[in-house]
Nanobody, 121 residues
Framework: QVQLVESGGGLVQAGGSLRLSCAAS????????MGWYRQAPGKQRELVAA???????NYADSVKGRFTNSRDNAKNTVYLQMNSLKPEDTAVYYC???????????????WGKGTLVTVSS
């Protein structure tokens, strides 16, 4: 059993900041990558930022320079610092973990339930 607990979403005015966090727990042998995706109403889910175990991060072009992804490996937690938020950043933000299960020794993929970020103009 794996859990991804997200927090930090909410309502903010354009230009403001929010910090999301996602903590992974459960039967995890190793986390290969953790990251954030988002889905706006009527749109497909898209990558926001994803960090590998080696520390490299991929960002969506739309958030480069505004969002920063960081990770605490000891806590199996990732953070997404979102600055200069825009109304178009409004979406449900999902945490994702690419990990190796401690139970079956297989590579697996798990999604959190999502946290809503609303940016008002």
């Amino acid at each position: 059993q794996v859990q991804l607990v997200e927090s930090g979403g909410g309502l903010v005015q354009a230009g403001g900041s929010l910090r999301l966090s996602c903590a992974a727990s459960g039967s995890i042998f190793r986390i290969n990558a953790m990251g954030w995706y988002r889905q706006a109403p009527g749109k497909q889910r898209e990558l926001v930022a994803a960090m590998t175990s080696g520390g490299s991060t991929n960002y969506a072009d739309s958030v480069k320079g505004r969002f920063t992804n960081s990770r605490d490996n000891a806590k199996n937690t990732v953070y997404l610092q979102m600055n200069s938020l825009k109304p178009e950043d409004t979406a449900v933000y999902y945490c994702n973990a690419d990990y190796v299960s401690a139970v079956v020794a297989l590579r697996m993929d798990y999604w959190g339930k999502g946290t809503l970020v609303t940016v008002s103009s």
